[in-house]
C-alpha cells in the first residue's frame, strides 16, 4: 500500500509563491509517476503536473506552464511543486497522485494512489 502526504498549502495574494510537498511511502517502490492535480469548488478535478521518477520526464497543464515547476528527490521519494505568479484561478485543493510505471500523464484515471489534499487559497 502506497501512502501519499501532502503539505506546503496555505493563503496567498495574487502574485506570491507556494511550494507544495508531496511524501510517498510504501513498502517497496518501482518505477513510478507522481502528478498533483486540483479540485477547485463545482469544478472537475484537473492534472496540474506531474513527473517520472525514473527519467525526470514532466508534464503541465498549458495554465500553470512557466508559473509552475515540479521536481522529485528519488531518495526521499518526494515531489515538490513551486508555484510562482499565483492568480485567484489557482486557488483549489491541491492533491498528489502516484502510478506505477514510467509515463508520464496527467490522466485522473491512471492513479490508483492519492492524498488527501491541501488547500491553497490565492486572494486578488
Known amino acids: 500500500e502506497v501512502r501519499l502526504v501532502e503539505s506546503g498549502g496555505g493563503w496567498v495574494q495574487a502574485g506570491g509563491s507556494l511550494r507544495l510537498s508531496c511524501a510517498a511511502s510504501?513498502?517497496?517502490?518501482?518505477?513510478?509517476?507522481i502528478a498533483w492535480f486540483r479540485q477547485a469548488p463545482g469544478k472537475e478535478r484537473e492534472g496540474v503536473s506531474c513527473?517520472?521518477?525514473?527519467?525526470?520526464?514532466?508534464e503541465y497543464a498549458d495554465s500553470v506552464k512557466g508559473r509552475f515547476t515540479i521536481t522529485i528527490d528519488n531518495t526521499r521519494h518526494a515531489v515538490y511543486l513551486q508555484m510562482n505568479a499565483l492568480k485567484p484561478e489557482d486557488t483549489a485543493v491541491y492533491y498528489c497522485?502516484?502510478?506505477?510505471?514510467?509515463?508520464?500523464?496527467?490522466?485522473?484515471?491512471?492513479?490508483?494512489?492519492w492524498g488527501q489534499g491541501t488547500q491553497v487559497t490565492v486572494s486578488s
Open positions: 497522485a502516484l502510478k506505477w510505471g514510467t509515463k508520464p500523464s496527467l490522466r485522473r484515471d491512471e492513479y490508483a494512489f
Open positions: 513527473i517520472s521518477d525514473s527519467d525526470y520526464r514532466v
Open positions: 510504501s513498502s517497496t517502490f518501482d518505477d513510478y509517476v
